[in-house]
């Protein structure tokens, strides 16, 4: 029955060959040119993951030397073809306009009940082996992945997101081009809301806007640092960055002007413009700040009830670190009082442009 299955195969009698192996199921359920027969069926109809995977099971299971031979020559079939359908599929992209501008692909959370499944898939798609895939793919926040050419992003972002492997592409570009006011303080909330911000240091202007006009608020923490002086071992002075504190932070998007309103509890003025709690203007008003902040933010909870909160920045930005030469092309937007810059401030602006590009 064997050579009338593989006679099958070759004619592409493909749904006589599908019977005759049910049959020969039925006669010899443990033979293992059964299950080779199966992918071989598979591979040849065009069904190469499916293929595979019978392969890559039978594989370990079996010693017969002339059957090992032809599985491993079914492998390497489908990873010529693989690999010939990725150049091809590259190229394609890549002759697309503007796909050679620079670009960054965002992996998406994934549950944990999918992730075995998803990093197969991800480790075919990105070429790693499968504990490594695993290990990239985040659990709930976004993780920074790659960067490059956006054509080729984009052409592996379509090829996981076809897999259920969810993650999205953005231009560098984008990000740059998108408009930061600090506000210092509102002046006034009903109706139209007004703030007061700084577009320069030391300067102040207006900007007025509606509530409808917000799409949605991001917040983040980014960490203060401090040189701190320890005793080490022998009693050696040793001289140690640590983090301190953190900033707070929140933007509210506004999509159709391409504008961020930007809000931090270091540079607002609780004492100046409307105030959200009784405490705000007490004479010493740096000691209420975190009081004060938080009445601020429920306020703005109160205001925009149904907007989105993007608040998973510290895992996206843990992620984005190792990626210092995007974050040095990239403005950060915001004024801390630093011994030295830090990357997480262009993280922040980052994690924030991507939420804005990403629901525009």
């Given at each position: 029955?064997l050579?009338?299955?593989?006679?099958?195969?070759?004619?592409q009698?493909?749904?006589?060959?599908?019977q005759l192996?049910e049959?020969?199921?039925q006669?010899?359920?443990?033979?293992?040119w059964?299950?080779f027969?199966?992918?071989?069926?598979?591979e040849v109809?065009?069904?190469?993951?499916?293929a595979?995977a019978?392969?890559?099971q039978l594989l370990p299971?079996?010693s017969?030397?002339?059957?090992?031979?032809?599985?491993?020559?079914?492998?390497?079939r489908?990873?010529e073809?693989?690999?010939?359908?990725?150049?091809e599929?590259?190229a394609?992209?890549?002759?697309?306009?503007?796909?050679?501008?620079?670009g960054?692909?965002?992996?998406?959370g994934?549950?944990?009940?999918?992730k075995?499944?998803?990093?197969q898939k991800?480790?075919?798609?990105?070429?790693i082996?499968?504990?490594?895939?695993?290990?990239?793919?985040p659990?709930?926040?976004?993780?920074?992945?790659?960067?490059?050419?956006?054509?080729?992003?984009?052409?592996y972002?379509?090829?996981l997101?076809?897999s259920?492997?969810p993650?999205?592409?953005a231009?560098?570009?984008d990000i740059?081009?998108?408009?930061?006011?600090?506000?210092?303080?509102?002046?006034?909330?009903?109706?139209?809301v007004?703030?007061?911000?700084?577009?320069?240091?030391?300067?102040?202007?207006?900007?007025?806007?509606?509530?409808?006009e917000?799409s949605?608020?991001?917040?983040?923490?980014?960490?203060?640092?401090?040189e701190?002086?320890?005793i080490?071992?022998?009693?050696?002075?040793?001289?140690?960055?640590?983090?301190l504190?953190?900033?707070?932070?929140c933007d509210?998007?506004l999509s159709?002007?391409n504008?961020?309103?930007r809000?931090c509890?270091q540079?607002?003025?609780?004492?100046d413009?409307?105030?959200?709690?009784d405490?705000?203007?007490a004479?010493d008003?740096r000691?209420?700040?975190?009081?004060s902040?938080?009445?601020?933010l429920?306020f703005?909870?109160?205001?925009?009830?149904?907007?989105?909160?993007?608040?998973e920045?510290?895992?996206?930005?843990?992620?984005?670190?190792?990626?210092?030469?995007?974050?040095?092309?990239?403005?950060?937007?915001?004024?801390?009082l630093?011994?030295?810059?830090?990357?997480?401030?262009?993280?922040f602006?980052l994690?924030s442009?991507?939420?804005?590009?990403?629901e525009?």
């Amino acid at each position: 029955m064997l050579e009338q299955i593989i006679d099958a195969i070759n004619t592409q009698n493909y749904p006589i060959a599908h019977q005759l192996l049910e049959e020969f199921t039925q006669l010899e359920p443990d033979n293992p040119w059964i299950d080779f027969y199966k992918g071989r069926l598979e591979e040849v109809q065009g069904n190469l993951s499916p293929a595979r995977a019978i392969y890559g099971q039978l594989l370990p299971k079996i010693s017969n030397p002339k059957l090992i031979t032809q599985i491993r020559q079914g492998i390497q079939r489908i990873t010529e073809i693989e690999d010939n359908k990725r150049k091809e599929g590259l190229a394609q992209a890549m002759e697309e306009k503007s796909s050679l501008e620079m670009g960054m692909l965002v992996l998406e959370g994934i549950a944990n009940e999918l992730k075995q499944k998803a990093a197969q898939k991800f480790g075919e798609i990105m070429e790693i082996d499968p504990y490594t895939a695993r290990l990239q793919l985040p659990n709930r926040s976004w993780r920074l992945y790659r960067t490059g050419a956006i054509g080729k992003l984009r052409f592996y972002s379509e090829k996981l997101n076809q897999s259920q492997i969810p993650c999205f592409t953005a231009l560098t570009r984008d990000i740059s081009l998108l408009r930061v006011y600090q506000v210092l303080y509102f002046e006034s909330v009903e109706n139209k809301v007004t703030v007061v911000y700084e577009p320069k240091k030391g300067q102040r202007d207006i900007l007025t806007f509606e509530w409808s006009e917000i799409s949605q608020r991001v917040e983040g923490l980014l960490p203060l640092f401090e040189e701190c002086v320890d005793i080490g071992l022998r009693g050696k002075v040793q001289r140690k960055t640590k983090t301190l504190d953190y900033a707070k932070v929140c933007d509210l998007h506004l999509s159709q002007q391409n504008s961020i309103i930007r809000l931090c509890d270091q540079n607002y003025h609780f004492l100046d413009g409307i105030s959200f709690c009784d405490s705000q203007k007490a004479t010493d008003g740096r000691g209420t700040v975190q009081n004060s902040w938080s009445h601020l933010l429920q306020f703005l909870g109160q205001k925009l009830p149904d907007r989105k909160v993007w608040s998973e920045f510290t895992p996206f930005g843990e992620s984005a670190i190792d990626f210092q030469e995007l974050l040095k092309l990239i403005n950060p937007h915001i004024n801390l009082l630093r011994r030295e810059d830090t990357p997480w401030d262009a993280a922040f602006q980052l994690y924030s442009g991507l939420a804005f590009v990403k629901e525009k």
